[in-house]
C-alpha cells in the first residue's frame, strides 16, 4: 500500500555519527482515527509512535518489537507495536483526568515500561524493562539507548493531530578520533528544531536546516504504514468458543454484540441473525 510516512537514515560521514528521521503522516491519522484522545494522551501516543519506528527499524530479519507503558495515572496503558516491515499499530487507554497533565510521570505515574522482541527461532519474546527516567518520551529512551548501546543518543519528538515525528541521533564509536568537538556540535544544533519543523519540513530540508556545513549523506526513506487487516474468522471463533446461550443473553440486553479490536483499530458488530449464523450447521454434501 502506498503511504506518506517513512523513516529515513542518514549518515554525517565526517563525524562518525548517524541519524533517522521518521515522519508518520497517513499512518498516524489511521491510528487516530474514530479516537478521541486529550491533546496530552495523543501527543504521548505519538512519541512512542515516532520511537518505535526508529527502533523497529533497525530489525534485520522478521519478528515484531512491542513497547507498553502501564502505570497507575490517568494514562492507564499505552502499546504500540512494529514489524521489521515497518507495519505500525498502536493506542492508549485513558481517563478524563489526562487533561491538562504534562510529561510522561504525571500521565503515567509509578509506570512501568516493557519492550518485548518476537522473534521466529525464539522459544520465549525477548523482554527488557526501560527505567521510566526522564519527563518525556525522547528523554526515557535517550536514556535507555545510551546505557544499552554504549553510546550517547538523541531524540526530538513532535505530535500534532495531524502528524507525529522522530529526530534522532546517535553518536558511533570514532566520532571523537574524527571530531573531538562533533558530537557536542551536532546536538546543540539539534537542539535548535522546533516542532513544527519536524512536523512540516521534509527530512531533506530538516537536515539542510540543521546541520547545512556538515557533510551528509541521506539514505533511501522506507516506508512505514498502518495495514492490520480484520480477523473475522478469529472473532468468529472467540464468540463460538462462549456459547450460543450466552451471546442471546448479551443480544437480549444490548441489541448487538460490539467487539473492538483496540490495537489494530478495528470493530466487529454481531446481530441476532449473525449469532445464528456462527451456530447454523454446514450444508451436507452429497
Known amino acids: 500500500m502506498s503511504t506518506t510516512s517513512t523513516i529515513q537514515r542518514f549518515l554525517l560521514e565526517d563525524l562518525d555519527i548517524r541519524g533517522a528521521i521518521v515522519k508518520l503522516d497517513d499512518v498516524w491519522q489511521a491510528l487516530l482515527e474514530n479516537r478521541h484522545y486529550a491533546p496530552e494522551v495523543r501527543d504521548l501516543l505519538g512519541a512512542m509512535s515516532a520511537v518505535a519506528s526508529v527502533i523497529g527499524g533497525n530489525l534485520k530479519q522478521s519478528g515484531r518489537l512491542t ?3 502501564q502505570g497507575h495515572g490517568p ?9 521489521e516491515a515497518l ?3 498502536g493506542y492508549a487507554k485513558a481517563g478524563d483526568e489526562a487533561v491538562g497533565k504534562t510529561g510522561i510521570i504525571d500521565l503515567v505515574g509509578d ?8 522473534m521466529p527461532g525464539l522459544r520465549h519474546p525477548y523482554q527488557s524493562y526501560v527505567p521510566v527516567q526522564g519527563n518525556s518520551v525522547a528523554e526515557v529512551f535517550e536514556h535507555y539507548l545510551t546505557q544499552s548501546e554504549q553510546q550517547p543518543a538523541i531524540l526530538h519528538t513532535a505530535s500534532s493531530g495531524k502528524a507525529a515525528a522522530c529526530l534522532f541521533l546517535q553518536k558511533l564509536p570514532d566520532a571523537d578520533k574524527k571530531d573531538a568537538d562533533g558530537w557536542d556540535r551536532i546536538t546543540h544544533l539539534a537542539s535548535t528544531v522546533r516542532d513544527e519543523e519536524l512536523l512540516d519540513l521534509s527530512a531533506e530540508d530538516i537536515l539542510t536546516r540543521l546541520f547545512h ?3 551528509v549523506r541521506l539514505l533511501d526513506a522506507r516506508e512505514v504504514t498502518h495495514d492490520w487487516t480484520q480477523d473475522w474468522d478469529k472473532v468468529r471463533d472467540m464468540l463460538r468458543s462462549l456459547g450460543r446461550a450466552e451471546l442471546d443473553s448479551m443480544i437480549a440486553e444490548h441489541g448487538e454484540i460490539l467487539i473492538h479490536d483496540d490495537l489494530s483499530n478495528h470493530e466487529y458488530r454481531f446481530d441476532a441473525e449473525d449469532v445464528a449464523a456462527l451456530f447454523a450447521s454446514p450444508p451436507t454434501l452429497h
Open 67 to 69: 513497547i507498553q507503558l
Open 111 to 118: 509506570g512501568q515500561l516493557l519492550m518485548t522482541l518476537d
Open 213 to 215: 556545513q556538515e557533510t
Open 87 to 89: 507495519n505500525l499499530r
Open 75 to 83: 494514562v492507564s496503558l499505552l502499546v504500540v507495536d512494529v514489524t
